[in-house]
């Protein structure tokens, strides 16, 4: 089982909207993927965040059966619109994949 986590802090201001609410649309857009992407078998989303280092705006937790199905996730159009998106509000990301 692949665990695959990002952490992203959201500039003040983009696309015409806040970091809160740009956070929102990130969570949005990326749980309407869930039962969209054969490959992701769970995915949760908050920006509901009280602790963290670094600091974060929106933090993503999914989970694939192989590295394969994470690389076809990453690559499926779907996730790229999702992407495209945040390449615009994003200021900075973090992420870890490891294997259980």
């Avoid at 015409?16 to 992701?40: D, F, H």
Wanted: with cysteine; hydrophobic share 45%.
């Amino acid at each position: 089982m692949i665990k695959h986590i990002v952490m992203w802090t959201l500039k003040e201001e983009a696309a015409g909207a806040t970091a809160a609410e740009n956070g929102v649309k990130v969570k949005e857009m990326l749980e309407n993927l869930n039962g969209k992407i054969e490959t992701l078998k769970h995915i949760e989303v908050s920006v509901d965040i009280f602790a963290a280092v670094p600091d974060c705006n929106v933090i993503l937790y999914s989970e694939f059966e192989t590295k394969e199905d994470l690389e076809a996730y990453q690559i499926h159009p779907l996730h790229q619109e999702c992407v495209a998106f945040v390449k615009q509000v994003v200021s900075g990301r973090s992420v870890i994949d490891y294997v259980i």
